[in-house]
């Protein structure tokens, strides 16, 4: 008896496996629930064995039967993808998917406009983006659900490699009437003594604690935040000042508030923005028509920045 499946079929295999729900698991995919419902149903009736034990408000955990059908659809896709590589390095066409992660303190500020020219460019790519922090990014990396990823050089590991976009210096967020807000510049001894708002992401927040313990200082932190708009919104309501390397186009907060951005001076270690994609493995065509694109528009994207600096470089690990 021959087996019927599809490859669109094992795909919503695999993101139910991983997600552990159904409804996530569609959205990653872009489909309706009910279609990845219907998906995982017809592999289940195809095979005859229970893929996922299901529990009511706690999703889906994979059987043992599961685990090993997801580890082999993982593989089938994998496979088919280079089959679809191969064909666009035979006839030399940008077209079919890309997976770009990318870190989420500055997703909404670069991945939005940057897929749109890209796919304005590339009409024939199916662009999947996801706002992940680095420790996701990382994993997701490792075990291929991205392609490549858009992040900062922060503790890179020795498999990843890093390609250098652009080197974006620290700046103080401050409200309009801050007592530092008029300044051109400022640095880490004037900020010391103000109360501060932390963007406490993993990796990120290390980086600006960073910034005051080389200088024997220790911040006034008053509030933590893991969201750059909740950041800036506290900014714009006087709870205190807050640290970030990409700058808004906007000097507004979602609620309205007026916004300062200060450079800060000294000798200040500038986080590097770029993409991080596994060491030693050769990148297909697409993927790397999408890192010469970025390597085109990330540094046109961050010149309103009070400093920064396009600089392509290939490098390994962190600095």
């Known amino acids: 008896m021959v087996l019927r499946f ?7 295999l695999v993101a139910v496996g991983e997600y552990g729900s159904v409804t996530e698991a569609a959205e990653r995919v872009n489909v309706s629930a009910p279609s990845v419902s219907a998906a995982i149903s017809q592999l289940e009736k195809e095979f005859g064995i229970t893929l996922f034990v299901r529990r009511h408000a706690h999703g889906l955990s994979l059987t043992q039967a ?37 870190l989420v303190t500055f997703a909404q500020a670069v991945i939005p406009a940057l897929r749109r020219a890209f796919s304005d460019e590339y009409p024939d790519v199916d662009f999947f983006q996801y706002e992940r922090d680095q420790a996701r990014i990382l994993e997701g990396l490792r075990m291929a659900r991205f392609d490549i990823a858009l992040s900062y050089d922060l503790d890179i590991p020795a498999d990843i490699a890093f390609h250098e976009l ?9 409200h309009e009437d801050h007592p530092l807000a008029g300044r051109s ?24 604690l960073s910034l005051f313990r080389e200088a024997g200082l220790s911040p006034q932190i008053v509030e933590r935040t893991r969201d750059m708009s909740v950041m800036r919104a506290m900014v714009a309501n006087r709870f ?3 640290i970030a390397n990409i700058r808004p186009v ?37 993927v790397r ?7 085109e528009k990330i540094g046109d994207m961050v010149m309103d920045l009070p400093v920064s600096a396009a600089r392509p470089k290939d490098q390994k690990g962190s600095s």
């Open 250 to 286: 906007s000097t507004y907060a979602l609620d309205g508030g007026k916004l300062s951005f200060v450079p800060l001076t000294g000798n200040l270690r500038p986080m590097r923005m770029g993409i991080l994609s596994m060491g030693g493995v050769s990148p297909a065509l697409t």
């Open 6 to 12: 599809t490859l669109r079929q094992l795909e919503y």
């Open 66 to 102: 599961g685990h090993t059908f997801v580890d082999q659809a993982r593989q089938i896709l994998g496979e088919a993808a280079k089959l679809n590589a191969l064909s666009n390095e035979l006839t030399g066409q940008i077209r079919g998917p890309l997976h770009v992660a990318c």
């Open 166 to 174: 652009a080197v974006l210096p620290p700046y103080a967020v401050l």
């Open 289 to 295: 028509r999408f890192i010469d694109f970025c390597g």
């Open 185 to 208: 510049a400022v640095t880490i001894e004037d900020l010391a003594s103000h109360p501060m708002i932390l963007l406490d992401l993993p990796h990120s927040s290390a980086y600006f």
């Open 240 to 242: 205190g000042y807050s």
